[in-house]
């Protein structure tokens, strides 16, 4: 013999065994509660994305300006090496292989231009046209 008590099933010896009835409704979540989480998700979603899309941008002219700094260098170099004067065009066939091992690229998608020896190598996206100074792609000198 047996007595269900609750969700158990008890056998007269004591022994507890689980009723095979689907667990009660209560256990869930109500749609209110479901509805306050999904707030507060989308609330941190809200305020982190413009951070996460800002510190990408200034990575990429970290890395463009990283670019910029090597190419000049290599210009430089190239220039000592081959007595160039301070008006003789840099190409980049001058540089590569010699002083740079591969064609630099922006992460932006820009062109870089290496112009003369005297002139800073610059990139095509160059300022954006903002007056914020973490995305700009050229050299701060």
Same mark, same amino acid.
């Given at each position: 013999?047996?007595?269900?008590?609750?969700?158990?099933?008890?056998h007269l010896?004591?022994?507890?065994?689980?009723?095979?009835?689907?667990?009660?409704?209560? %256990?869930? @979540?109500?749609?209110? +509660? =479901?509805?306050?989480?999904?707030?507060?998700?989308?609330?941190?979603?809200?305020? &982190?994305?413009?951070?996460?899309?800002?510190a990408r941008?200034?990575?990429?002219?970290?890395?463009?300006? %990283?670019? @910029?700094?090597?190419? +000049? =260098?290599?210009?430089?170099?190239?220039?000592?090496?081959?007595?160039?004067?301070? &008006?003789?065009?840099v190409y980049?066939?001058?540089?590569?292989?010699?002083?740079?091992?591969?064609?630099?690229?922006?992460?932006?998608?820009? +062109?870089?231009?290496?112009?003369?020896?005297?002139?800073?190598?610059?990139?095509?996206?160059?300022?954006?046209?903002?007056?914020?100074?973490?995305?700009?792609?050229?050299?701060?000198?």
């Open positions: 013999m047996s007595k269900v008590k609750g969700r158990f099933l008890i010896d004591g022994k507890r065994l689980k009723s095979k009835n689907p667990p009660s409704l209560d %256990a869930g @979540l109500t749609l209110v +509660e =479901t509805m306050i989480v999904v707030c507060i998700l989308a609330l941190i979603v809200a305020v &982190a994305l413009p951070n996460f899309l800002r941008e200034e990575a990429s002219a970290k890395l463009c300006v %990283a670019k @910029l700094r090597q190419m +000049e =260098t290599a210009k430089e170099r190239w220039a000592w090496s081959s007595g160039a004067g301070l &008006a003789t065009e980049m066939s001058d540089l590569v292989s010699d002083f740079i091992k591969i064609a630099p690229v922006c992460p932006s998608e820009g +062109e870089y231009t290496l112009g003369t020896v005297s002139e800073n190598p610059t990139c095509s996206i160059g300022t954006n046209d903002s007056e914020d100074l973490f995305d700009d792609h050229e050299l701060p000198y």
